[in-house]
């Protein structure tokens, strides 16, 4: 089964619009982390956001928010006034506290395309 | 914070022809490291990563190596490179965001294998 999921290969927003990309996971850790990764196409992978299963709060980084809805395994990152530059591949990634390597687990991506 | 170099940044190899990739870090130490491949336009798949000098383990079963030899130095090998080898090959270590962890990458090679 799939531990991250990206149902939306590729989105569509206008400038300054806000927009939502989403992302569900799967696990039975009741510790882990939740990260979203933006890579343009310079291919380089740039951290954006991150939350902890026991935060209390949605996570917050400047444009960037990340709705997090632990009932429903979902953590869809927000992006605010969409700009030009947004326009980028997106990774959501998990990483269970409870494995040896501390590795993440990355979904399938969505590509967001901001229209000017 | 924490700089991770790769390189070469760029590489066109024929097949069965061999490979090193190397991966450094600045800034901490003793790091996770991850080797990450991936094909055009998809995810991200790991195929190895290490939590110490010597210390290997692989993900995925291929025909890639991996080792480590110092603690900031992470080194992807293969001594036949198959076509299917081609693709964006990504080096990241584990470190701190703030109070939390993350892993931050490196700017990525991309293997052409003819």
């Known amino acids: 089964a799939q531990k991250i999921t990206q149902t939306q290969p590729g989105m569509f927003v206008q400038e300054k619009e806000a927009v939502t990309l989403d992302c569900t996971y799967d696990?039975?850790?009741?510790?882990?982390?939740l990260f979203w990764y933006k890579q343009p196409s310079s291919g380089e992978m740039i951290f954006l956001i991150y939350?902890?299963?026991?935060?209390?709060q949605n996570a917050t980084e400047g444009r960037y928010s990340l709705n997090f809805q632990k009932a429903r395994k979902s953590a869809n990152l927000v992006i605010s006034a969409s700009q030009l530059g947004d326009s980028a591949m997106y990774f959501c990634?998990?990483?269970?506290?409870?494995?040896?390597?501390?590795?993440?687990?990355f979904g399938g991506g969505t590509r967001l395309m901001v229209k000017p | 914070s924490q700089t991770i170099h790769q390189w070469p940044a760029t590489l066109v190899q024929p097949v069965g022809s061999p490979l090193s990739l190397e991966c450094t870090v600045e800034g901490t130490s003793n790091p996770n490291l991850y080797w990450y491949r991936q094909a055009a336009g998809r995810g991200l798949q790991l195929l190895f990563y290490?939590?110490?000098?010597?210390?290997i383990s692989s993900e995925v079963p291929q025909n890639l190596s991996a080792s480590r030899p110092q603690d900031r130095q992470f080194i992807l090998s293969s001594k036949k490179l198959l076509l299917s080898d081609s693709g964006f090959y990504l080096c990241a270590s584990l470190g701190a965001a703030g109070a939390l962890e993350t892993q931050y990458f490196g700017p990525g090679t991309r293997l052409l294998v003819l």
């Open positions: 290490s939590v110490g000098i010597g210390q």
């Open positions: 696990t039975s850790d009741p510790s882990y982390g």
């Open positions: 939350q902890g299963s026991y935060d209390q």
């Open positions: 990634a998990m990483r269970e506290y409870n494995n040896a390597g501390n590795m993440l687990t």
